[in-house]
């Protein structure tokens, strides 16, 4: 199993990331790739990338929420340093890039995260390196854009959009699901429809503990869960969802 998304870097894990990193280990979760979602924690997320060698691996991105905070200059100079990174063999993903309008409302800043999303997708691209897409209440304008652009490698992280799951079939687009599963009735029904082969796993940690700080060992709930969804067994999900995050960002662990 691999934790395809979480965001080590924050905060919420400056005390205790050594035994984070252990209790994952110890449930058997292979891989750990943090997202660098923001050029401010870019030394944290390296610093953490290179401690843990083989164990945790990076993919960055300017998240669409940052967007505003930052000129078009300094996200272009951002996205040089992925390019190094790559070059460095320290980056595996594009991501998580894409477009909220949850969280933004400014039209203007909406334009640019559409930009900043095609800049992201420009990169991957050239990169060959998988895209990881964040969307929020605005789904079909993220959709229309990846129509556009045909590119194949894509995980649509926290994907939650029971109208674009067929969508999402067909065009081979792999999609994560984290703990909000647990709870959420759509979420089920999403999972119900998918195959196997297009579900990773992922936590989002420090984000979705409800209440408490959540952390990727707490990826084996999501395994049961989808396990009693598909009615297979537990280590069936382990086991394939595991081997398509390694195979979807190329892992040799
Ligand atoms: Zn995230």
């Given at each position: 199993m691999i934790d395809v998304?979480?965001?080590?870097?924050q905060k919420d894990f400056a005390k205790d990331l050594d035994s984070a990193i252990e209790r994952a280990r110890k449930v058997g979760i292979k891989?750990?790739?943090?997202?660098?979602?923001?050029?401010?924690?870019?030394?944290?997320?390296?610093?953490?990338?290179?401690?843990?060698?083989?164990?945790v691996f990076l993919t960055g991105s300017v998240h669409p929420i940052?967007?505003?905070?930052?000129?078009?200059?300094?996200?272009?100079?951002?996205?040089?340093?992925?390019?190094?990174?790559?070059?460095?063999?320290?980056?595996i993903g594009i991501g998580e890039t894409g477009l909220d309008y949850y969280w933004v409302k400014d039209e203007r800043q909406r334009e640019r995260q559409k930009q900043v999303f095609l800049l992201?997708?420009?990169?991957?691209?050239?990169?060959?390196?998988?895209?990881?897409?964040?969307?929020?209440?605005?789904?079909?304008?993220?959709?229309?854009?990846?129509?556009?652009?045909?590119?194949?490698?894509?995980l649509w992280h926290?994907?939650?959009?029971?109208?674009?799951?067929?969508?999402?079939?067909?065009?081979?687009?792999k999609a994560s699901f984290n703990t909000l599963l647990l709870k959420s009735k759509t979420h089920k029904k999403?999972?119900?429809?998918?195959?196997?082969?297009?579900?990773?796993?992922?936590?989002?940690?420090?984000?979705?503990?409800?209440?408490?700080?959540n952390e990727p060992s707490a990826i084996v709930k999501v395994a049961e869960r989808i396990g009693e969804i598909k009615k297979l067994s537990f280590e069936e999900v382990?086991?394939?969802?595991?081997?398509?995050?390694?195979?979807?960002?190329?892992?040799?662990?």
């Open positions: 998304h979480c965001h080590l870097e891989a750990l790739i943090t997202c660098c979602a923001n050029p401010k924690d870019f030394e944290r997320s390296l610093e953490i990338a290179e401690k843990y060698k083989n164990y940052h967007v505003p905070e930052f000129t078009d200059e300094e996200i272009s100079e951002f996205l040089e340093k992925l390019k190094d990174l790559k070059k460095r063999k320290m980056l992201h997708i420009e990169l991957a691209k050239k990169l060959k390196l998988p895209l990881i897409v964040h969307s929020r209440e605005s789904n079909s304008d993220t959709a229309k854009i990846l129509e556009t652009v045909g590119y194949e490698k894509v926290f994907f939650g959009d029971k109208s674009l799951t067929e969508w999402l079939i067909e065009n081979g687009y999403i999972v119900k429809k998918l195959p196997l082969e297009q579900i990773l796993l992922e936590t989002d940690a420090p984000w979705l503990g409800f209440g408490k700080r382990w086991q394939v969802c595991g081997e398509n995050a390694k195979k979807f960002f190329g892992l040799k662990i």
